[in-house]
């Protein structure tokens, strides 16, 4: 981004008269030339012949089709008794080109008289009286310069993995930051998708401000990753636009492998019991004994066990607050039985409430 040699003083001067005092706008600063989606600061800034204490100004820039403006800053104060008050708008081209701003602001006057009128609380007077008057700042015209890259300004790129060995419908969380400034505002999702895994994303979280070249700070994307067999996360490639260099520059991340080993299948956790030959009757008969002994107290537990105060078993998906997370813990479960009720809950025809009820019902899965 280019800026004008020195301050633009003396270009773009606009003096108006009224109501016993002047005032003069003028273009401090202004860049040149701007890439398309790249900011740039237009300060403009309101001298009074006076300390001014019966004027407002009402500024908000409002853009086109060629151009975004917003306030960035803006700082009253005076000076040797005359009233200065300076703005900084925010103008970002949205179009190739040459670009021209044209910005309005209302310049409101009250007579004192008014102002305590309002004060005493006359009952004809219910609130301040002003005398308005559109005022034309000076026209900036700025060169828009393609660029084919969504994000501009000075960014990086970083991705984390939890972890890179899990067994089998074991998430993988994988967490992409973007971080700078720039037109951060402009971020798109980023989209990933890899064969064989089922991909879950969050919406993007945006702790970003207003900034002289956009906005400065950092975006977060979280991404859960389920696969029965081992994969490859690719490389995550992202096309920006640098603002120091001035050309297009690829930030992107290292290609990660994930093993995933096989789950437990519950057949073989325990192996079938060794079968003996005894050697004489009285070992079958005492034998025998005991197995009669054992199912008459087996039966005297049972119902002694029925009569015991009956309590809830907590389940994996108890904790789950909203439908969106009790859809993800039953799809991470990997059970079929379950597709039916998170299709409705996705359609939004069952609540989270009645999905649990339906889920109680369910033969015991998986518990904590």
């Known amino acids: 981004m280019k800026r004008s040699l020195g301050r633009l003083v003396a270009l773009m001067i606009l003096s108006v008269s009224g109501w016993g005092a002047t005032y003069q706008w003028k273009v401090l600063e202004a860049p040149q030339s701007l890439y398309v989606q790249q900011s740039g600061v237009v300060r403009y800034e309101c001298t009074f012949s006076t300390n001014a204490a ?51 602001a209302l310049m409101r006057h009250t007579t004192f008289a008014s102002i305590e009128n309002a004060s005493i609380g006359r009952d004809n007077v219910k609130k301040y009286d002003f005398d308005d008057e559109s005022a034309h700042l000076p026209k900036v015209l700025i060169a828009a310069q393609a660029n084919a890259a969504a994000l501009s300004g000075e960014l990086s790129l970083e991705v984390r993995v939890d972890k890179r060995s899990v067994v089998a419908h ?27 895994v089922n991909v879950f994303a969050e919406e993007p979280t945006r702790d970003i401000t207003l ?77 025998g004994s005991l197995v009669l002994a054992g199912v008459v107290l087996g039966e005297v537990a049972r119902r002694v066990w029925k009569m015991r105060p009956r309590r809830k078993r907590k389940q994996f998906y108890d904790d789950a607050k909203t439908s969106k997370e009790l859809v993800m813990l039953l799809a991470l479960s990997g059970e079929r039985v379950y597709e039916p009720i998170i299709a409705e809950l996705e359609a939004g025809t069952l609540d989270l409430r009645e999905a649990k009820k339906r889920l109680d019902a369910y033969p015991a899965r998986s518990s904590v």
């Open 170 to 196: 074991e998430p993988v969380h994988l967490s992409l930051y973007i971080r700078g400034r720039g037109n951060l505002d402009q971020y798109i999702p980023y989209e990933l998708n890899i064969s064989g």
């Open 211 to 287: 900034d002289t070249a956009g906005f400065s700070g950092e975006i977060r994307q979280e991404f859960a990753l389920v696969s029965e067999q081992s994969f490859v996360i690719p490389k995550i490639s992202i096309e920006v636009f640098d603002t120091q260099s001035q050309k297009i520059k690829r930030l992107y991340s290292e290609a990660v492998a994930i093993e995933v080993a096989q789950g437990f299948e519950r057949t073989n956790l325990l192996d079938p019991p060794a079968l003996r030959d005894w050697s004489s009757l009285a070992r079958f008969a005492l034998y």
């Open 54 to 104: 019966d004027y407002t100004i009402a500024f908000q820039p409002s853009g086109n089709e060629r151009y975004k403006a917003s306030i960035l800053t803006q700082r009253d104060r005076i000076v040797e008794g005359k009233r200065v008050q300076t703005f900084d708008v925010l103008i970002t081209p949205t179009q190739e080109g040459s670009v021209e701003v044209a910005l309005d």
